[in-house]
Each structure stands twice: as C-alpha cells, then as structure tokens.
C-alpha cells in the first residue's frame, strides 16, 4: 500500500453523511459504477483500501505482470473520446500501463473527488425501517446509502496457506497479489516459487533472469499459450481506431466478450492432418483466440482431447528433460480453466538453475529458517515468492461484515457456498448489487467488459427504480434457487447474461426479481 498523505490520515471520519450510494472499490468496476451513478444525477461515496485507483492493477505488480487480452479491446468501451485518445504500446500491455490508464480515467472523468483512499469498509448493515444501508469504515466513517454496491473484485483477496512453520523461514517471503511497489531485486538469491498458476506464469521467468537459482513447487501443471508480444505500430493503433464501434459491437456480442476470428468447424471432422494444421496455425497466432482453432472444443471431450495432446506435444518439444516436460503437461481438460498467456515460460525450465518440484502426492511439509521440505528433502532458498493466487469471488466479501434482512448476515447465507442470482445481487440483502459477483461467468471472460455488462444493467435498474418509483429490489428466491442448481432454465439465462443487457432486463421484467 501507497503511504498515506497527511490530509488523508488526518481527515474526520464521515459521521451520518448520507448518499445515494456506496460503493466499495475503486478498481475498473468502481469507477465505472461511480461514472454511472454520476450520470444518472446520484450522489455517490467510494471507499478504497488501496492508496490509490486500479484495483487488481494497484496490487498486482509481481514482475511479468499484465493483461491476457489484447490491450486493444482490454479496455473500457463506453466513451468512443476515450477509445480515441488513449494509446496503448504493447498488443498486451503490462501492469505500470495499464495502471496508468486507469489513473488516466479517475483523471479524465474527474471521479477522484467522489473516492476516499487508504479506507477498508468494514461492516454494511441495512435498516429495514429506513430502507438505507449504514456502511462503516476502519477509519471510523458511519454513513448511510440508499445502495450498496460491492466492487471490490474476484481476484483480490490473497490466498496465503498455512504452510506450517512458516514464520520459521528467515528470509522474506511475497505473494504476488501483494507486491511491494518499490519492486524487489532477486539478483543472486536462491528464490523458491510456489504455484504455477496465472501470477507464476507471467513472473516465473522474470524472476529466473535475476535468481542464481530458482525453486519451482508445483501442485497443478497449467495449461499455457505463447502470448507472442509486440509493440503495436501507429498504424495498428490507427487502423482498429478508423471502426473502433464495429469492433466493440461484435466484441460484445462473443461470450468471452472479446473479438477474435472463430472457427465453428467441428475439430472432430478436420482430418487429423488439416487439425494439425490448424493448430499451428492458431499456435503461431498466440493467446486465448487459440481456443477458437474449432467450435466444439469446450462442448465435446473427443474434440478436446485433440487440443490437448497438442498442447502437450508442444511442451515436450520445448522442455528438453523428459522428465521436467512430463510434470508440466496437465492431464485435464483444455480450457477447463481459465487458459494462461506466457512468454517464455515453459522455455525457462531448460535454464540449468531451474528446479521443478512436484509437490503434488507429496505436499510442503513445512518451512524451515533456510527454505522449504518437501518428502524429507530441505531446499535451501533466500526469498520465497507465494504465486498462491486468490480466495477467489468470495474471499473479499468475507472481511466484510454485511447483515441483511431480519439481521441475517451474508456470510451465514454462504455458509454452504455463495447463494446470489446471476451474480449480480442475493435475496434478502435489499438494494446490495454485486458487479461480476459469484454465480456470474465474469472470469471466464475479458473482466472490464463483464463489468462494464454488470454496471449498465445495475445502472439500468436503479434509474427504472426512480421511475417506478421502488424502494428496494432484491433477487426471487427461487429464481435464486434455480440459478444455483442450475436448472434447464439457467442455460437460457447465462445465453441471455452473454448477449448483455437486453437478456438481463427482460428477466427483470418478468419478474425474477422483487420491487418494493
């Protein structure tokens, strides 16, 4: 975290200050949800833990940091001014550049004066009798809000293990979604690594770079697409500006809410010849677009088999030991999880200070002042770096204390899993809208554009409250029930939440939701 500003550790908390709404987060979601709220008139309080605007972008900043998607279209399409006067450098743009464009919209939309820093919401409470939500802060705010709108991110409460002994270990010890922003020099330190997720994807090469020998614990080999970076010249930049809206719509209109050329031959009638074709071609090409080789891909097990096994035969051919290049091919199903981008990573398990252990059949057993045991063997390492990812969807909500109707609290409601229709909102909790929320498909897509879905529809909503005019709207229940089963209906409706805002409004307008 950002050192405090005198004004900021010396300004008096907000005592009973009423607004229309609060919002918890000053990442992408955020700010986009402050814009609205501001359009429609509303006055609106958002409250940051961090020092400053960005969310995943202020806190993540391991070293190989940056976006999945192309920096093209990983970015907010509201604003054509905005698609035409931001530049991006690289066809995937690293953490300091994206951090900087979203400094460059708190700036642009001159949303700063709406957004306290530094400040961690701790408990939101709604008040049946005055239909308002009081939310308080650990520095000492009581305000109250007619809505409470939760943006505080999928992917941003850090998942730390208990790894025993682990205050032991006399060196320091990182977790990438934590990263010290005076950066750390790993130049001639034995580094141990745990994880070879996402974070570990992107990092673990940087890192090999500067350590004068690199640990590796692996629990699950990752699947991992060659990213194949560039700069972008001026004339790329010009020639997606010249019909930025064209692209925009059918990005909008693609399940993973990004555009890319996609095959819909089945792969299971290509020859094996012609796949093997297409593979590499799409290989050659780069990124998550190399799911798109064919259309059934995700849909049928023999179809995924095939790109698999290629996957597979490209990790051999790059890993010379076999036994290294064994350990790093997963044996799941491709795409079953989110696909990483690398750039060079399965490359660098070839340096000669690289290690690869498999703590998969047999855990860390513990930390030790000097490392790491793993099956009675003690690795002997300098700094630790925890690339242990996230308490992923539900893990921000639980270092809140959120209490709803009938003084139920949200963390009792999710005690056997999160309960929250579409992701966007869970019965009992009035007026709570939760932007990319458990139950929504938003990880599995271009995360600024699931938002930017999110908060239109919850925009929407607030402004047909004002016109109806209702006090409060929560989820049905058992339209709640019903999503979380995953019922026949819930494919109709996740086809509706992809197709965007139409889809969710006529649920609305049926009736899968409750105004008072």
């Known amino acids: 975290m950002a050192p405090s500003t005198a004004d900021e550790r010396e300004r008096p908390p907000e005592i009973d200050v009423a607004f229309d709404a609060v919002v918890v987060g000053a990442g992408f979601a955020g ?76 700036d642009r939309f001159d949303l700063r004066q ?24 650990d520095r000492g705010d009581r305000v109250v809000a007619r809505f409470c709108i939760m943006a505080i991110g999928c992917l941003s409460a850090t998942n730390h293990p208990a790894f025993t002994d682990r205050e032991a ?71 997606i500006k010249a019909d930025y809206p064209a692209l925009r719509a059918k990005a909008r209109a693609r399940p993973t809410g990004f555009y890319f050329p996609f095959n819909m031959q089945p792969a299971l009638e290509a020859s094996p010849k012609e796949r093997e074709r297409q593979y590499e071609e799409a290989w050659k090409r780069g990124g998550l677009p190399f799911l798109g080789a064919y259309g059934d891909l995700l849909f049928d097990k023999a179809a995924n088999d095939t790109i698999a096994d290629f996957a597979r035969r490209k990790i051999r051919g790059i890993v010379k030991d076999p036994a290294t290049a064994d350990l790093l091919c997963p044996d799941n199903v491709f795409g079953c999880k989110r696909l990483c981008v690398d750039t060079g990573y399965f490359e660098t398990y070839n340096l000669p200070h690289v290690k690869l252990v498999d703590v998969s059949k047999t855990p860390i057993e513990r930390f030790t002042t000097q490392g790491i045991e793993v099956n009675g063997t003690e690795y002997h390492l300098d700094a630790i770096v925890c690339a242990t990812g996230f308490a992923a969807m539900t893990g921000s909500f639980e270092k809140i204390r959120i209490t709803g109707r009938q003084g139920l609290t949200l963390a009792e409601k999710w005690q056997a899993g999160p309960r929250a229709y579409l992701g966007v909102a869970s019965a009992g909790f009035p007026n709570l809208f939760t932007i990319t929320g458990p139950g929504s498909p938003s990880v599995l897509a271009s995360m600024i554009q699931a938002i930017e879905q999110h908060v239109d529809w919850m925009a929407d909503c607030i402004a047909h409250m004002r016109d109806i005019g209702a006090a409060t709207v929560e989820p049905v229940e058992k339209y709640e029930d019903e999503w979380i089963e995953h019922d026949p209906g819930a494919s109709a409706r996740i086809h509706a939440l992809y197709r965007g805002l139409p889809g969710l409004r006529s649920k609305v307008q049926r009736g899968h939701v409750q105004w008072v």
């Not at 709406?114 to 802060?137: L, Q, S, Y």
């Open 169 to 239: 270990f006399r060196g320091p010890i990182y977790h990438t979604g934590e990263w010290p922003h005076e950066g750390v020099d790993f130049a001639g330190l034995r580094v141990g690594v745990i994880g070879t997720g996402s974070s570990a994807i992107q990092a673990i090469p940087i890192i090999a770079q500067q350590a004068s020998a690199l640990t590796v614990f692996q629990r699950t080999a990752t699947y991992s697409v060659p990213a194949w970076n560039e700069k972008l010249s001026p004339e790329y930049r010009k020639s």
């Open 31 to 106: 700010l986009y949800m402050l814009y609205r709220l501001r359009g429609l008139g509303l006055t609106a309080r958002v409250y940051e833990a961090g020092g400053g605007v960005g969310g995943t972008w202020y806190w993540n900043r391991y070293p190989g940091a940056r976006c999945d998607v192309e920096s093209m279209q990983y970015s907010f399409s509201f604003s054509e001014e905005l698609d035409q006067q931001w530049d991006w450098s690289e066809k995937y743009a690293p953490q300091p550049e994206i951090l900087a464009y979203a400094n460059h919209i708190a």
């Open 114 to 137: 709406n957004i306290v820093f530094n400040t961690r919401v701790t408990a939101a409470t709604f008040d049946e009798t005055a239909k308002r939500w009081r939310v308080e802060t």
